[in-house]
């Protein structure tokens, strides 16, 4: 048994944020040389340096998104401030997201608040849906993107007109873009907090 240091901060209140993205990294830091020992090396290596390439990028990422989205978050956060309970769906690297971006609105906003696997929301949850209850989607256009745009609405329209507000995220490779969607979820939280008068350092 070994302990890893994620540098993530002191642990407190909002600030506890970066504690999700920290985990993230550091799984994926320590996956990389566990792959290359395996006897597909070669392979792991090569995508292990892509994966590198993409986590260095993420600083200026996650900079872009907060610039270019933060405004329409607030707008949302007004829109959901006053809700009872709140409905979090991902599939894939990304259902983890959507239980932390319901953990996040428990914690900081006081709002009841549920993450499900994206596939298992006709088997139940869909149930409690009502025109009162925000649902959010983490979709990002990967690998199982048409799975997720299928889980909200059959067809083949564009997030933008099936859902009422969008945030777009940059283009990263899958592995890594938990590290991102999960960014405007916690800004969410924490807008909605405030709006709420929580004390999101508490």
Not at 155 to 184: K, M, Q, R, Y
Request: with cysteine; proline share 4%; aromatic share 8%.
């Amino acid at each position: 048994m070994h302990n890893t240091c994620k540098w993530s901060g002191w642990r407190s209140g909002w600030r506890n944020c970066r504690r999700a993205v920290a985990g993230v990294r550091s799984l994926i830091s320590w996956s990389m040389p566990l792959g290359m020992m395996c006897r597909w090396g070669h392979t792991i290596q090569w995508r292990g340096r892509e994966l590198v390439l993409a986590l260095s990028s993420l600083p200026n990422k996650i900079e872009d998104l907060i610039r270019l989205n933060e405004t329409k978050i607030i707008e949302i956060a007004k829109g959901y401030r006053f809700a009872h309970h709140c409905l979090f769906l991902g599939r894939g690297y990304n259902y983890p997201v959507a239980l932390e971006g319901a953990l996040k609105m428990k914690e900081i906003s006081y709002i009841h608040a549920e993450g499900y696997p994206a596939a298992e929301m006709k088997h139940g949850p869909i149930a409690l849906i009502d025109h009162l209850m925000p649902v959010v989607f983490v979709a990002m256009k990967d690998s199982i993107y048409d799975k997720v745009k299928s889980n909200i609405q059959e067809g083949n329209d564009e997030l933008d007109s099936l859902c009422e507000f969008v945030i777009h995220i940059p283009t990263v490779a899958e592995e890594v873009s938990p590290i991102l969607t999960v960014v405007p979820l916690q800004l969410l939280s924490y807008h909605i907090a405030v709006m709420r008068g929580c004390d999101v350092d508490m």
